[in-house]
């Protein structure tokens, strides 16, 4: 079983930023990615940032590269979300997943994801 908690969502102004943070309670499973996913109203879940939980140099994978870094802390026990230059259109539930089978599929698919976190609403004003 793997719990997790966002945190660190709310308000900002275009061209502001906001850290998402996601506490990681996986007792003894193994976890092998983690990912941050965004939720447009309607629409389904869309993959912004992925990286590898149990390497020591991690695989990331940042959709918004320029914009948003995604990282964990030494301990594996938060994934963060650093998110520069929010635009209005990031506006959005925000999410964080984890991978605990080795064979899933695709990174950049939710269905690949076993575990889910509640979501944190992340709002940009113009």
């Known amino acids: 079983q793997v719990q997790l908690a966002e945190s660190g969502g709310g308000l900002a102004q275009a061209g502001g930023s906001l850290r998402l943070s996601c506490a990681v309670d996986?007792?003894?499973?193994?976890?092998?990615?983690m990912a941050w996913f965004r939720q447009f109203p309607g629409k389904e879940r869309d993959f912004v940032s992925g990286?590898?939980?149990?390497?020591?140099?991690?695989w990331r994978v940042d959709q918004q590269r320029d914009r948003f870094t995604i990282s964990r802390d030494n301990a594996k026990n938060h994934l963060f979300l650093q998110m520069n230059n929010l635009k209005p259109e990031d506006t959005a539930v925000y999410y964080c997943?984890?991978?605990?089978?080795?064979?899933?599929?695709?990174?950049?698919?939710?269905?690949?994801?076993?575990?889910w976190g509640q979501g944190a609403q992340v709002t940009v004003s113009s």
């Open positions: 990286i590898s939980w149990t390497d020591n140099n991690p």
């Open positions: 997943a984890a991978v605990t089978d080795a064979h899933s599929g695709s990174w950049f698919l939710p269905n690949s994801y076993d575990y």
């Open positions: 996986r007792r003894s499973t193994v976890v092998y990615v």
